[in-house]
């Protein structure tokens, strides 16, 4: 018999994988294991559930959509990158499987800076 409390772990478990499959991902194309980023629909798949399961269960939990937390875990891994080694942004950005001038304008409209605006930011900090 399903319960309510059965269908709400099964729905924790689910959105704790989703975020533990995208930080190895993230790593995975980091380290050049991988070399396309993957989409909803394929991480999804990898989680052998519907992408419109995924997505109504991780609103659920979280409140947001699950591209939401894509797109803050990417930005995480490129400032990761961006502290933690020499790699210009263009390289980090190919990395992370984006054509440079792309990344540029992805990073500028989540992140409100440029890669290179953040690179100076933080090492006027340090």
Excluded at 50 to 66: D, S
């Amino acid at each position: 018999m399903v319960t309510e409390e059965s269908t709400a772990a099964r729905h924790l478990e689910l959105v704790n994988a989703y975020f533990k499959l995208i930080d190895a991902h993230l790593s995975d194309l980091a380290a050049g294991r991988q070399t396309e980023m993957m989409e909803l629909s394929d991480i999804a798949g990898e989680l052998c559930v519907y992408h419109k399961h995924l997505i109504a269960v991780v609103k659920q939990a979280t409140g947001n959509h699950p591209c939401h937390f894509y797109i803050q875990k990417i930005l995480e891994k490129a400032n990761r990158m961006m502290d933690e080694t020499d790699y210009p942004a263009a390289e980090i950005a190919r990395k992370l499987s984006y054509d440079p001038s792309n990344f540029t304008k992805f990073y500028k409209k989540y992140a409100g800076i440029t890669p290179g605006q953040y690179r100076q930011k933080t090492s006027v900090t340090d």
